[in-house]
């Protein structure tokens, strides 16, 4: 996935209300731009560190731009736009890098099902039957550890999530938890107990039915985001 038109550089003076950012770009120019992300952004977002942002040119937006990559105290590269997983997972999934989804004949995206009324990310039709696939974006990590962990807030919606895809693996339905990292310098991701014990609680719960728990990781830098590689998942840590 290529930034096209190329994101811009800047320098990030605070994010506030959630959804909003202050930033300096490179020439002086001071601008409020859209934060599309709903998490704490916990060790993540510095004030005065170094962002890369979409301009648009859109005169019926209400913000110029959008907050696309930042960097961490410890220099690593994050992607702040949480809505750019499901497609590199999308891009992914066409090009055979995540090996254990192969073989699908079709691929759907949020499709209507659950006894909680959910969408799932993917449904991935195979001669067997199909598989339910649902995406997270992790962008929590920590100093001195190439550990990232989900969530960075407390996540009612994912564990409902996880609900939802441990009710199909009961029922004999392929159903995974797919951790899209968009952290560079990780190998592992882990359920961040610390911050939402019942959310680590219903993962655990979900493996137990039957659902699978899958963690990739993905190269990053202002030009191009691509998933990669297959990361471990630490479910006891």
């Given at each position: 996935?290529r930034?096209y038109?190329p994101?811009e550089e ?5 994010r ?10 490179v ?5 409020t ?9 916990l060790?993540?977002?510095?004030e005065g560190?170094q962002?890369?942002?979409s ?10 731009g959008?907050?696309?990559?930042g960097e961490?105290?410890?220099?690593r590269?994050?992607?702040v736009n949480t809505?750019r ?7 992914a999934?066409?090009a ?9 004949t ?9 006894q909680e009324?959910?969408?799932?990310d993917?449904r991935l ?12 974006s992790?962008t929590l990590g920590?100093d ?8 960075d807030a407390?996540?009612q919606?994912g564990?409902?999530?996880l609900r939802e895809l441990a009710h199909?693996a009961?029922?004999g ?6 951790y899209c990292?968009n952290?560079t310098?990780i190998?592992?991701?882990?359920p961040?107990?610390?911050i ?6 219903a993962?655990l719960?979900a493996v ?5 728990v899958?963690?990739?990781g993905v ?10 590689r297959?990361?471990?998942v630490l479910?006891?840590?």
């Open positions: 996935m930034f038109p994101l800047a320098r990030l003076i605070r506030y209300k959630r959804f909003l950012a202050d930033i300096e770009t020439g002086g120019e001071l601008l731009i859209h934060c599309p992300n709903t998490g704490s952004m060790n993540c977002q510095v560190g962002v890369w942002f301009r648009s040119n859109d005169p019926k937006r209400k913000l110029p959008t907050w696309e990559i961490t105290p410890q220099g590269l994050f992607c809505a997983a499901n497609g590199l997972v999308e891009e999934l066409q055979g890098v995540i090996t254990e989804l192969n073989g699908f079709a691929l759907k995206r949020e499709v209507a099902y659950g009324k959910s969408r799932i993917f039709e195979y001669p067997g039957g199909p598989a339910y696939v649902e995406v997270k992790v920590f001195g550890t190439a550990v990232a962990a989900f969530p407390v996540t919606r564990a409902k999530h199909l009961r029922d339905i392929r159903a995974v938890q797919l990292v952290l310098g190998e592992a991701v882990r961040a107990k610390e939402d014990s019942a959310y680590a609680d993962l719960e137990a039915c039957g659902v699978e899958l963690a990739y190269r990053l830098d202002h030009e191009e985001m691509v998933i990669d297959r990361l471990d479910l006891n840590d």
